[in-house]
């Protein structure tokens, strides 16, 4: 069956970088498309990135564009989201999800979800 873990969540100061990981199983991650989301306490869930499946297009929130690279690699099944340049309001917990061939910024559009790991920028 798909399955998601999510990994490389912590501690990091403003202006550090973290790399986050999402295996991906059941399935190959060109198959779906897998995208990235974020939620804060208090907040609702948001799109932060997306990989779509098969040409790979990547799609960005304008609050990580330039910051935030999303990539996949296929012998390893992962897809990764490379944080650089974090701010204290990139703070959340992160969930790689997917289900669907497109790319779509709403949450309810994907049927699987990883069980999320926490980011947090403080100094």
């Known amino acids: 069956q798909v399955q998601l873990v999510e990994s490389g969540g912590g501690l990091v100061q403003p202006g550090g970088s973290l790399r986050l990981s999402c295996v991906a199983s059941g399935f190959t991650v060109d198959y779906y498309a897998i995208g990235w989301f974020r939620q804060a306490p208090g907040k609702e869930r948001e799109g932060v990135s997306c990989i779509s499946s098969r040409e790979g297009d990547t799609y960005y929130a304008d609050s990580v564009e330039g910051r935030f690279t999303v990539s996949r690699e296929k012998f390893e099944n992962t897809v990764y989201l490379q944080m650089d340049s974090l701010k204290p309001e990139d703070t959340a917990v992160y969930y790689c999800?997917?289900?669907?061939?497109?790319?779509?910024?709403?949450?309810?559009?994907?049927?699987?979800w990883g069980q999320g790991t926490q980011v947090t920028v403080s100094s």
């Open positions: 999800a997917t289900g669907d061939f497109l790319c779509d910024n709403d949450p309810s559009a994907y049927k699987y």
